[in-house]
């Protein structure tokens, strides 16, 4: 693998040096040369695609993902109106093993009927779901039910889709633009912890499920019927091949064993972190924070995940995908449950905040890094169906690793155990992601 890496960075001969020493002034030119070469890309897609960008980024910002993070804050009201475990309240997110093998055929159907269409009506089935979670009256079974839809749809609200209309919008940007898509998620996760925290605490959980209904149904509806075409055309220079008869997913992944790979590294990844997250707000509690502190945290963590997808953004398009996702992706937010574990009751603000910032920085870049490893390994033509692959990995993942988290503390009483088999997971991604080799050539990977 260090050769993979180092290649890239090969010095090569000069005018201004011997041979493999380029000299520092011909260097720094070639980096502002490069810089502004991508700032004019940049602003030549942006001004051609901003419709579609600016629709993928703020749906992916508000969409499914987003409920995922901010769970945690419904728990200890759902406790406290219904008299529900915490155990009972997390065993909701095993529906995401039963809905998470529809991911592929939700990827294979995007890349047929396009993505406008998916988001639509997953968009106005949320809504629907979370107003009937808003109405219910304390039956576990109801919830289950309505949690059970709402894990079907809310699918059709994440980077499946939206990140599908990044990847069909933009080419010479599209890392980039990928990170962009990731930053308005970290953007979303520091705001809206501080918007949702007082109307919970003022309404109760239906107010929290309301204001996810007008979410879904009143502003990111109407934002992508107007702004996202029915059939995505990508702006700039054109780097796709022409497209032939496509295999189905399962023909692709007999042919293509990295996918796999990249299935199960995100899966690792992303089941740990998002287990965390719908637990965040008891985990802070549980450690001896004040629970407005605890809710503050889900904020830092936003920010970190925004520092995350930038650093993640600035180096995706130059550096050997898989080590920033080794690196930044599993090693720091390993660091951060390892903390937590560690520190235990009695923990202090500032270092529950650091701990909590390290595992923002690793989910902010993770989103971004992995879109772009799948067009850069895979190509667009089938980016949703791959996509759709490795989501129902992650969805069987974070189903199984929301419910055991819960179900963890009922059993242990603290939530070291669940803290330290995260660490562990991340670790294993990391390896994971190194494991898939060099970038295929333009002809093989279909760029």
């Not at 409920?67 to 309240?89: M, P, T, Y």
């Not at 029915?230 to 796709?240: C, D, H, I, K, Y």
């Not at 692959?389 to 669940?418: K, P």
């Amino acid at each position: 693998m260090t050769n993979v890496i180092s290649s890239r960075f090969r010095p090569t001969a000069t005018q201004g040096g011997p041979v493999g020493e380029p000299s520092a002034t011909s260097s720094g030119i070639a980096s502002e040369e490069a810089n502004e070469s991508l700032v004019r890309l940049l602003v030549q897609e942006w001004r051609e695609g901003w419709r579609p960008g600016f629709a993928a980024i703020l749906g992916c910002a508000l969409g499914y993902t987003l409920w995922l993070v901010l769970s945690s804050f419904f728990v200890e009201a759902l406790q406290k109106e219904f008299g529900w475990s915490r155990g009972d309240i997390a065993f909701a997110n095993s529906a995401g093993i039963v809905t998470g093998f529809a991911a592929p055929l939700l990827g294979r159907i995007v890349d047929r009927l396009g993505a406008k269409t998916v988001v639509i009506a997953g968009l106005a089935t949320s809504a629907l779901c979370y107003i009937l979670l808003a109405l219910m009256n304390g039956s576990l079974t109801y919830y289950y039910a309505v949690y059970f839809l709402l894990t079907v749809a809310g699918m059709s609200t994440t980077g499946i889709t939206y990140a599908r209309i990044i990847v069909g919008t933009f080419t010479a940007t599209r890392g980039t633009s990928l990170a962009m898509l990731r930053v308005g998620v970290a953007l979303s996760h520091a705001v809206m912890p501080l918007l949702l925290f007082p109307v919970i605490a003022r309404f109760g959980s239906a107010g929290g499920f309301f204001m996810f209904a007008a979410i879904n149904g009143l502003i990111m509806l109407p934002v992508v019927l107007l702004c996202v075409p029915r059939n995505l055309s990508p702006v700039g220079p054109a780097r796709e091949l022409e497209a032939g008869d496509r295999p189905t997913r399962w023909q692709l992944l007999m042919r293509r064993p990295k996918i796999f790979v990249i299935s199960l590294a995100a899966m690792l990844h992303t089941a740990p972190v998002m287990a965390i997250m719908t637990q965040l707000k008891p985990i802070g509690v549980s450690l001896g924070l004040e629970p407005a502190a605890a809710a503050g945290a889900l904020s830092a963590l936003g920010v970190a995940a925004i520092i995350g997808a930038l650093v993640a953004g600035l180096f995706v398009d130059r550096v050997w995908a898989p080590a920033i996702a080794f690196l930044l992706c599993c090693l720091v937010p390993a660091g951060g449950c390892i903390m937590l574990a560690t520190l235990g009751d009695g923990i202090s603000g500032p270092s529950f905040y650091l701990a909590v910032i390290l595992i923002g920085i690793g989910m902010g870049g993770e989103s971004d890094v992995l879109s772009y490893m799948v067009a850069r390994y895979f190509g667009v033509q089938d980016f949703a169906t791959i996509a759709g692959i490795a989501a129902l990995a992650v969805t069987v993942g974070i189903a199984a690793g929301a419910a055991l988290i819960g179900r963890a503390y009922d059993v242990f009483g603290n939530y070291q155990v669940s803290l330290i088999a995260a660490a562990v997971s991340l670790t294993l991604a990391g390896a994971a992601y190194l494991m898939m080799g060099r970038y295929p050539k333009a002809g093989a990977s279909g760029l």
